[in-house]
């Protein structure tokens, strides 16, 4: 039980918070609705799935070990539920095909895995910019040095 209250917890720290950058907002809201549970949506339950994979990532390139699959489902970006689903735009398909490009020549291509890799965190962030800023320090610490 004490497990998922922690969940709960850190998952309205790391939540897309962009929406509601305005400090005195989010104070208001918290304040209001103490006991509210952050429901999250299947595309920021896919996002945290696709974050610990590449955890797992980065630990295998840089212990020098080639990484040829991903253990997350890419097709997801393009289907599963958004907590805003006008978020799923033109810019926004534009970025997921992209990123799923730097992906696919991660896992193709073992010897600039580095390179690809963290081109493929910089397309995390590039999409995060314009549509949930909430995360970003946190992916950007997935970045290889
Ligand atoms: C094409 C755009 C796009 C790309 C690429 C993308 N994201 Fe996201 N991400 C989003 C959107 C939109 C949301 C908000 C989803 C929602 O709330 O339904 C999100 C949410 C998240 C969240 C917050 C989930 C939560 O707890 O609320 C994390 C963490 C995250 N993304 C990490 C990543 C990582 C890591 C990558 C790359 C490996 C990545 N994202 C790539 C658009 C993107």
Redesign the pocket.
């Known amino acids: 039980m004490k497990k998922i209250f922690y969940f709960v917890f850190l ?1 309205s720290l ?3 918070n962009n929406k509601t950058e305005d400090k005195k907002e989010k104070d208001i809201i918290k304040k209001e609705e103490p006991f509210q549970l952050y429901q ?5 339950a896919f ?2 799935n ?2 610990v994979d ?1 955890q797992r990532i980065k630990g295998e390139i840089q212990a020098g070990k080639k990484v040829d699959s991903l253990h997350y489902d890419l097709s997801k ?1 393009f289907y599963a ?4 689903s006008t ?1 799923r735009d033109a810019e ?1 398909e534009r ?2 095909k992209l ?1 799923v490009e730097y992906e696919e020549n991660l896992i193709g291509d073992s010897l600039q895995q580095k390179e690809n890799y963290n081109k ?2 910089n ?2 962030i ?3 910019q314009i ?2 800023t ?2 970003i320090p ?2 950007k610490k ?1 970045l290889i040095r």
């Not at 999250?40 to 920021?44: L, V, Y």
């Not at 539920?81 to 805003?84: A, C, E, G, L, P």
Request: with cysteine; net charge neutral; proline share 3%.
């Open positions: 998952s790391i939540a897309c999250m949506s299947e595309m920021a996002m945290e696709m974050y590449h970006l539920r958004m907590t805003d978020d926004y970025k997921a990123y493929a965190i397309m995390c590039s999409c995060h549509k949930c909430g995360p946190r992916i997935l």
